[in-house]
């Protein structure tokens, strides 16, 4: 069974600051995919970056950027610049397709990512 | 294109009331659907999951069923409601098979309180 594990259940950040969430995960899989939702108050589930674990390198969309570290099983997210908008929940989620059964997601507990003013 | 329709937004029910969540998609055909649990501290937990009509794989053993009875139609239901089935719950879609457009698409929940 896959698990993901976001040791960090809160973290705060000033405005235009760089913050760094933890995500690890353990998997006996090497075709897989990794993402990062962000969850703000209205609670809907938007997707903020995927990273697909044949690929080296890493992942950026904008002011978000991801290391990803396949040995170590770490999936961490950057947050550059950070903006009031970016305070939400953050989950990192592991996905592996099983073909024609289709393809399972599975979600950490979650950071909860303030943005101070 | 698609979207995801997921409803009511809120609902509070008394102890030993029947439930049932809706949840449909729209502008695609064969699409994977997932019913999630979001408690406090727990993050998501997977309930069910469905790669097509009729067929549903249940993660957690609870008072809770799902059914899909058409394509696209994702039903979460239970007959008699717990004080611990108070939770927020998402239905989600993926596109089947894809590797290309790999990600979950989420509804925008429903919070339901059993009281």
């Known amino acids: 069974a896959q698990t993901v594990t976001q040791s960090q259940p809160e973290m705060s950040v000033q405005e235009a600051e760089t913050v760094t969430l933890s995500c690890t995960y353990d998997?006996?899989?090497?075709?897989?995919?990794l993402f990062w939702y962000k969850q703000p108050p209205s609670r809907q589930m938007i997707l903020v970056i995927r990273?697909?674990?044949?690929?080296?390198q890493n992942a950026t969309e904008n002011r978000f950027s991801v290391n990803f570290q396949k040995a170590a099983k770490s999936f961490s997210l950057k947050i550059s610049d950070s903006q009031l908008g970016d305070t939400a929940m953050y989950f990192c989620?592991?996905?592996?397709?099983?073909?024609?059964?289709?393809?399972?997601?599975?979600f950490g507990t979650g950071t909860s990512l303030t943005v101070i003013p | 294109s698609q979207t995801i329709h997921q409803w009511p937004a809120t609902l509070v029910q008394p102890v030993g009331s029947p439930l049932s969540l809706e949840c449909t998609v729209e502008?695609?055909?064969?699409?994977?659907l997932y019913w999630y649990r979001q408690a406090a501290g727990r993050g998501l937990q997977l309930l069910f999951y469905?790669?097509?009509?009729?067929?549903i794989s249940s993660e957690v053993p609870q008072n809770l069923s799902a059914s899909r009875p058409q394509d696209r139609q994702f039903i979460l239901s239970s007959k008699k409601l717990l004080l611990s089935d108070s939770g927020f719950y998402l239905c989600?879609?993926?596109?089947?098979?894809?590797?290309?457009?790999?990600?979950?698409?989420f509804g925008q929940g429903t919070r339901l309180t059993v009281v």
């Open positions: 502008g695609t055909s064969n699409p994977n």
């Open positions: 998997t006996s899989e090497n075709n897989y995919y």
């Open positions: 989620a592991f996905m592996k397709h099983y073909g024609r059964t289709g393809n399972q997601f599975y």
């Open positions: 990273q697909e674990a044949y690929k080296q």
């Open positions: 989600a879609w993926s596109i089947r098979g894809s590797r290309i457009k790999t990600e979950a698409f």
């Open positions: 469905s790669v097509g009509i009729g067929q």
